[in-house]
């Protein structure tokens, strides 16, 4: 069985690492079109005075209750290497009126549910805190599909909750406008919570009880210790070990299929690979161009899928140079505050591994949908000064920095993202043996697009099993669950 996999970065590494590991005989090649492995995995590790900085440039973190990533770490032998963020400065801020005020305590699923920490909160008007207590009223709406992640919390929680408190948190996931971003694609429980408890924050709170702790940590987020590149280079050691082919540097232009049924790939240097099965894990809008020959409806809905560009930039301190001690995870910025960047975080604080003593590590990241940002580093550098020095106060030349841009990097599930899923899934019906991953469809996070992987690789082994035309594609998309 030959399988191509286009798209280096975790949903393709994924995909192949779980096709290696659960299709016999299979004959695995991974095709990347730019010259290192991870895609939006980047992690620098800057030596400095006989230690290191670890900067990452694109995710910093996975989140824990999702298990694919912990699973796939577990399984590479990474388990006893992640770190869980700091439980000593677990503050995290939001900017309010150009001054940082405390998240209330007690948010479960990022839904308030600590009503004296919530009346103590600066936050919210004493008018937004009543509108607030509402919730636990007001009856669920009755309306029957989807609406905006903005409509929903508003209508539940008001307005001013939603732009001081809610939006930042949700909204910032996907550098996103929560007022285009679809709830039924981002936070589906959200909606069960209001139908099955009639309030958020009750439901909230049930949701917890109910959780259960990560596996091996109690910290909702875990990295590796030298960054989240380490989980890359694991999957790439095992891949190679195992005599998948990788190819760095090749660029796929398109995906045919011949009457025989082989899938044709051709790259941009005109050579063309034959396969019996191909996974697509490139960005929705690079896996668009590729099938345009083969099926222009899917790559019209592919193409459909609208990504937001960011950029984050990380600039190291002398602790001593800092004119307020960096006593938590960061802040995050409303869309509200009007300013260019997003949030903030302090990452020495969150993971003090990653820089050396006497040393702070902070991280600014630029851009939200709908927003234009510089796309230079000087220019990109010199916006996340000014931030810290408006925010933080800090007027110190740093010792250090490091600027990624990050072009159409962060896909927005907007209002009609389900239909387009729909859309998505049936056509590949029409197309046996192949199967899409990656972040465009059901999860941005790095667990989800690690699952996206994985049932990718079953959908393909599916196929490989019936091997007839007649085959019966999973009834969703390579079979993901919207998990968010
Ligand atoms: C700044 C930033 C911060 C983030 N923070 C977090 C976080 O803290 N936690 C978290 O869980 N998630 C975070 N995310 C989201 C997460 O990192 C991404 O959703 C995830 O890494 C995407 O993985 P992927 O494999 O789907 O896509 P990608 O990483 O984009 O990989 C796709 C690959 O396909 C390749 N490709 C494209 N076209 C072709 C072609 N024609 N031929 C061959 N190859 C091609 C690309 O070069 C790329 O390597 C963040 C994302 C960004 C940008």
Same mark, same amino acid.
């Given at each position: 069985?030959?399988?191509?996999?286009i798209?280096g970065?975790?949903?393709?590494?994924?995909a192949a690492?779980?096709a290696?590991?659960n299709?016999?005989?299979?004959?695995?090649t991974?095709?990347e079109?730019?010259?290192?492995w991870?895609?939006?995995?980047?992690?620098n590790?800057?030596a400095?005075?006989?230690?290191? @900085?670890?900067?990452?440039?694109?995710?910093?973190?996975?989140?824990a209750?999702?298990?694919?990533? $912990?699973t796939l *770490?577990?399984e590479?032998g990474?388990?006893?290497?992640l770190?869980?963020?700091?439980?000593?400065?677990?503050?995290?801020?939001?900017?309010?009126?150009?001054?940082?005020?405390p998240?209330?305590?007690?948010?479960a699923?990022?839904?308030?549910t600590?009503?004296p920490?919530?009346?103590?909160?600066r936050l919210?008007?004493w008018f937004?805190?009543?509108?607030?207590?509402l919730? @636990?009223?007001?009856?669920?709406h009755?309306?029957?599909?989807?609406e905006?992640l903005?409509?929903? $919390?508003?209508?539940r929680?008001?307005?001013e909750?939603?732009e001081?408190?809610?939006e930042?948190?949700m909204?910032?996931?996907?550098?996103g406008?929560?007022?285009a971003?679809s709830?039924?694609?981002?936070?589906?429980?959200?909606?069960?919570?209001e139908l099955?408890?009639?309030?958020?924050?009750?439901?909230?709170?049930?949701?917890?009880?109910?959780?259960p702790?990560?596996?091996?940590?109690?910290?909702?987020?875990?990295?590796?210790t030298?960054?989240l590149?380490?989980?890359? &280079?694991?999957l790439?050691?095992?891949?190679?070990?195992h005599g /998948?082919?990788?190819?760095?540097n090749?660029?796929?232009?398109?995906l045919?299929r011949?009457?025989?049924?082989?899938?044709?790939?051709?790259?941009?240097?005109?050579?063309?690979?034959t396969a019996?099965?191909?996974i697509?894990?490139?960005?929705?809008f690079?896996?668009?161009?590729?099938?345009?020959?083969?099926?222009p409806q899917?790559?019209?809905?592919?193409?459909a899928v %609208?990504y937001?560009?960011?950029? /984050?930039?990380?600039?190291?301190?002398?602790?001593?140079d800092l004119?307020?001690?960096l006593?938590?995870?960061g802040?995050v910025i409303?869309?509200?505050?009007?300013?260019?960047?997003?949030a *903030?975080?302090?990452t020495?604080t969150?993971?003090?591994?990653r820089?050396p003593d006497g040393y702070?590590l902070?991280r600014?990241?630029?851009?939200r949908?709908?927003?234009d940002?510089?796309?230079?580093?000087?220019d990109?550098?010199?916006?996340?000064?000014?931030?810290?020095q408006?925010?933080?106060?800090?007027?110190? &030349?740093?010792?250090?920095?490091?600027a990624?841009m990050?072009d159409?990097?962060?896909?927005?599930?907007?209002?009609?993202?389900p239909?387009?899923l729909r859309?998505?899934?049936?056509?590949?019906e029409?197309? %046996?043996?192949?199967?899409?991953?990656?972040?465009?469809?059901?999860g941005?996070?790095?667990?989800? *697009?690690?699952?996206?992987g994985?049932?990718?690789a079953?959908?393909?082994?599916?196929?490989?099993?019936?091997?007839?035309?007649?085959?019966? %594609?999973?009834?969703q998309?390579?079979?993901?669950?919207h998990?968010n």
């Amino acid at each position: 069985m030959k399988l191509i996999i286009i798209g280096g970065g975790i949903a393709g590494l994924s995909a192949a690492y779980y096709a290696s590991k659960n299709i016999p005989d299979a004959h695995i090649t991974v095709i990347e079109s730019s010259d290192r492995w991870g895609g939006k995995i980047i992690t620098n590790r800057v030596a400095f005075n006989d230690d290191l @900085f670890i900067i990452e440039g694109g995710p910093d973190t996975f989140l824990a209750a999702k298990p694919w990533g $912990v699973t796939l *770490c577990k399984e590479l032998g990474l388990g006893e290497r992640l770190h869980g963020t700091n439980p000593y400065q677990k503050n995290t801020y939001v900017l309010h009126r150009n001054r940082l005020r405390p998240l209330p305590d007690g948010l479960a699923m990022m839904i308030p549910t600590n009503i004296p920490a919530i009346l103590k909160s600066r936050l919210v008007s004493w008018f937004g805190k009543a509108r607030m207590g509402l919730d @636990f009223l007001l009856p669920p709406h009755t309306l029957n599909g989807d609406e905006s992640l903005g409509t929903f $919390v508003s209508r539940r929680l008001g307005r001013e909750a939603y732009e001081n408190l809610i939006e930042p948190l949700m909204s910032g996931i996907y550098a996103g406008d929560g007022d285009a971003l679809s709830l039924a694609s981002t936070f589906p429980y959200l909606r069960d919570l209001e139908l099955k408890y009639g309030s958020l924050a009750r439901g909230a709170l049930e949701m917890r009880k109910k959780m259960p702790a990560a596996p091996g940590s109690r910290s909702a987020f875990l990295t590796p210790t030298t960054g989240l590149a380490e989980i890359v &280079e694991s999957l790439v050691g095992y891949l190679e070990s195992h005599g /998948t082919v990788l190819r760095l540097n090749a660029s796929v232009q398109t995906l045919t299929r011949s009457n025989d049924k082989t899938w044709h790939v051709t790259l941009e240097n005109g050579e063309t690979l034959t396969a019996d099965s191909v996974i697509l894990a490139t960005p929705a809008f690079a896996a668009a161009k590729i099938v345009s020959a083969l099926d222009p409806q899917l790559a019209a809905d592919l193409q459909a899928v %609208p990504y937001a560009s960011t950029a /984050t930039v990380s600039l190291a301190y002398r602790q001593s140079d800092l004119p307020r001690p960096l006593d938590g995870y960061g802040y995050v910025i409303p869309r509200r505050e009007g300013r260019k960047a997003l949030a *903030c975080t302090w990452t020495s604080t969150k993971f003090p591994h990653r820089a050396p003593d006497g040393y702070a590590l902070i991280r600014v990241f630029v851009g939200r949908a709908g927003q234009d940002i510089p796309w230079n580093e000087s220019d990109l550098l010199a916006l996340a000064r000014e931030e810290l020095q408006l925010t933080l106060g800090i007027t110190a &030349e740093p010792v250090m920095s490091r600027a990624f841009m990050w072009d159409k990097a962060m896909p927005q599930y907007n209002l009609g993202h389900p239909e387009l899923l729909r859309r998505i899934d049936a056509a590949l019906e029409n197309h %046996p043996g192949l199967a899409l991953a990656g972040n465009g469809y059901r999860g941005i996070g790095i667990p989800d *697009c690690i699952h996206s992987g994985e049932l990718a690789a079953e959908r393909v082994l599916r196929f490989t099993r019936s091997n007839v035309e007649t085959f019966q %594609p999973a009834n969703q998309i390579s079979g993901v669950k919207h998990e968010n």
